[in-house]
């Protein structure tokens, strides 16, 4: 009997462990496979047996129901997980295999398209695969939706003799988890594309910058790294070829402004983690002086499935200019929570009523923040907008790293544009007035708003228009996104206030 438990750190935190532990009491005999998780969390621990070829989910699993799943009687059957719902909707590219193979079993790996892309692009030049990168449409899913294979064509035509790439694994977006869950449930793929971003540009060095608050995805990815090694997938030969490359795994502290790409290579040198200014752009001077492509753990992780299934087919997907998947983070006051991969063009409404259920409390939804700490706050009559990049511009949000975090109608907005400001404040490297000053004045002068001073609210609004104006990076740039939205979608939380105060 064959038996698949997620060994990812949310399931985890969910009881997986206390139930692997009743598995094995009652069926010594069966085979537990250790997978990463399917992204269903609130199903989680999901327990999948093998019954004819077909995978059975079972969940939320507790060690008391196991009896029940070894015989098929538990009222916690879900039935053939592929055919849920949630899996069926989706178009699981860069998440094909997270949930499905032994993250840590490279034979699984290549059993399910794995290294198929590596060995299509050890066949062309950089300049080939840079051409791939740039016909598949794929853009920076760390958040700024850069298009990858310019970033790549800049980094390749650079000369010098030594050029890196780096991985941003500083996944600190609150409601983000998708590069934990590829890096915990599918190391291999992230390996694989930064090898190709590797033999595309010219580099022969890698480091992935992961932050120390996800101990179980460092130690998936030091495991894959050596087992790559071994396996010549990574080391001076690439798979027979006599092209090197290679790669690391560096700890970060767990700063948010180490996510910054600036940050993190000075963090990387082992310097303080505050900003560079920019120009120079990393792709010219990046780590240690040199070319460097700096891309996020989802972009590099998609590589694999471009290069083996051809970009045209990639670049199929998507809606205007946002091509391909978006790997969306669902999480706050939900009923149900999770990642979900579908093609651009999904509506914010549908993500959190349709596929999230609404809330968890059961109350009425009031907002749905977008794109981490420094998105919008949307309000339902903006749930029409379509998730694609400059589809949610326009709509004064920001899609980020693509993570939801949803409120409910007791959600206080003045508190949370408070936040925002307190969270810059706290998070600020302190390089520039703006974000180090501003943020800090921010939390003064929305205290000032909460105790009726009407005129601290044009007052703010300035402060908002200095801060992105000025600012050196994105965390004080974009700061004011969320609290003008919840100062224009929600003008009644900061009028209430004021009249309280009266
Ligand atoms: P950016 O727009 O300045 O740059 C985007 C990327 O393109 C950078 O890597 C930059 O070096 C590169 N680039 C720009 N012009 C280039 C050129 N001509 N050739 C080669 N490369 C070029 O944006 P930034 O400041 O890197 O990121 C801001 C975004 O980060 C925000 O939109 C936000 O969504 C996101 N973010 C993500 C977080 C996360 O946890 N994933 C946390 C906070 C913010």
């Known amino acids: ?45 999901l327990i999948e047996v093998e019954v004819d070829g077909v995978r059975h989910g079972f969940g939320p699993a507790e060690p008391g129901d196991v ?61 080939q695969i840079v051409d791939e990168v740039k016909a598949s449409g794929l853009r920076g899913r760390g958040g700024a939706g850069f298009p990858t294979g310019i970033k790549w064509q800049t980094v390749h035509d650079a000369d010098a003799p030594q050029k890196y790439i780096v991985c941003n694994a500083d996944e600190g977006d609150s409601g983000t988890f998708a590069d934990r869950m590829v890096m915990e449930g599918d190391p291999f793929t992230l390996i694989e594309g930064m090898a190709i971003a590797g033999l595309g540009v010219g580099a022969t060095r890698g480091y992935v910058y992961l932050r120390s608050e996800y101990p179980d995805a460092i130690a998936v990815m030091r495991r894959a790294v050596a087992i790559a090694r071994a396996a010549g997938v990574l080391g001076p030969d690439v798979l027979g070829s006599g092209r090197a490359f290679d790669m690391e795994i560096r700890v970060g502290a767990g700063a948010y402004v180490c ?23 990393p792709a010219l001077e990046g780590f240690l002086g040199r070319p460097t492509v700096v891309n996020n753990v989802i972009s590099l992780a998609t590589v694999p499935v471009i290069f083996e299934r051809g970009a045209a087919f990639y670049a199929d997907f998507g809606l205007g200019r946002s091509r391909g998947t978006v790997t969306l983070q669902i999480a706050g006051n939900v009923a149900r929570g999770g990642l979900f991969e579908t ?45 694609g990049y400059e589809e949610l511009d326009s709509e004064g949000g920001l899609l980020g790293h693509a993570g939801l975090v949803v409120f409910d109608d007791r959600t206080d907005m003045l508190g949370m544009a408070r936040f925002a400001m307190e969270f810059c404040a706290v998070e600020s490297c302190g390089k520039c007035t703006p974000c180090r000053i501003g943020a800090v004045r921010g939390v003064e002068t929305i205290d000032r708003i909460a105790q009726g001073d009407p005129a601290a609210i044009p007052l703010l609004t300035d402060l908002c228009a200095t801060m992105k104006d000025g600012s050196l990076c994105a965390l004080g740039g974009f700061t004011p996104l969320p609290v003008l939205s919840a100062l224009n979608h929600f003008p009644d939380d900061f009028a209430r206030a004021k009249e309280a105060a009266e």
């Not at 935190?13 to 997978?35: C, H, M, Q």
């Not at 794109?371 to 907008?385: I, N």
Request: hydrophobic residues 45%; proline residues 6%; without cysteine.
């Open 1 to 45: 009997m064959k038996i698949y438990v997620p060994m990812d750190s949310a399931a985890k935190a969910l009881g997986a462990e206390d139930v692997v532990a009743a598995l094995r009491a009652a069926a010594p005999d069966a085979r537990i496979i250790r997978t990463g998780t399917r992204g269903m969390i609130w199903l989680e621990p």
């Open 67 to 127: 009896a029940g799943i070894l015989d098929g009687s538990s009222p916690k059957a879900l039935g053939p997980v592929e055919d849920l719902d949630w899996m069926q909707r989706q178009t699981r590219l860069t998440f094909a295999r997270v949930g499905v193979i032994d993250p840590l079993s490279l034979a699984d790996y290549e059993g399910h398209g794995g290294l198929a892309g590596l060995r299509r692009a050890l066949a062309m030049t950089g300049q």
């Open 259 to 281: 996510g910054e790409e600036t940050s993190l290579l000075n963090s990387l040198e082992g310097k303080r983690g505050v900003v560079r200014a920019k120009p120079p752009l």
């Open 343 to 387: 093609a651009f063009g999904i509506s914010v409404g549908e993500v959190v009523n349709d596929l999230g259920g609404g809330t968890a409390t059961g109350h009425p939804v009031k907002a749905v923040q977008v794109g981490g700490p420094l998105g919008s706050y949307l309000p339902v009559s903006k749930f029409g907008a379509q998730l």
